[in-house]
């Protein structure tokens, strides 16, 4: 951890200050990745339903600039909050890893990013990345899954992640370090 900086959600990364706060923390700290959630985010990535495809406009200036900097990305593939540590939905349509589909869903999506940025940056850089999968519990710590469903979500996004870069790190069960171990047991 003496060399990751986690930004919360990737969205933060789109807004006018953060680059120069960035790269000023960066001169004091020695920073190898970055962490963080909400990679579905509709703010991140959109989808154009009337050409059928995902635009990864914002996502690319985000990677690029980590790129440029020889950051590394640490991914929490998760949906929370802008605001807390909670993995529950908001109303609003910010919320694509919640909202409008199954997990075989979020894989297809996953797998579009992978290709995507694997043509931007190359295996060499992506091999590197880490990810880890989010173990879904809502504001109070209370699970919203059970341990079979959150190893049925883990291993599909570790098939896609170790299919399309074989030596990256996939770790989990993420979650809040306040929640119950017990929801972990069984694990």
Known sequence: WQDTINIGSLSNALKNTFHSYFLEYKKNMTIKYVRFFNLFSDNVLS??????????????????????????????????PEKG??????????NIFEGE????????????????????YGLSYMSKWR??????????LTALETPSQYVQKYMG???????????????????????LFKDFEQL
């Open 47 to 80: 989808y154009d339903e009337i050409q059928k495809r995902y635009n990864f406009t914002n996502l690319d200036f985000i990677l690029d600039f980590f790129y440029s900097e020889n950051i590394i990305p640490f991914i929490e593939l998760s949906y929370k």
């Open 85 to 94: 540590y909670a993995n529950i939905a908001p109303a609003s349509s910010d």
């Open 101 to 120: 589909g199954s997990l075989s869903y979020y894989y297809a999506t996953l797998r579009e990013i992978l290709r995507h940025c694997l043509n931007n």
């Open 131 to 140: 990810f880890e999968v989010w173990f879904k519990c809502d504001e109070d």
């Open 157 to 179: 996004f570790y098939n896609i992640i170790k299919e399309m870069l074989p030596k990256c790190t996939i770790g989990g069960p993420g979650f809040n370090m306040s929640g």
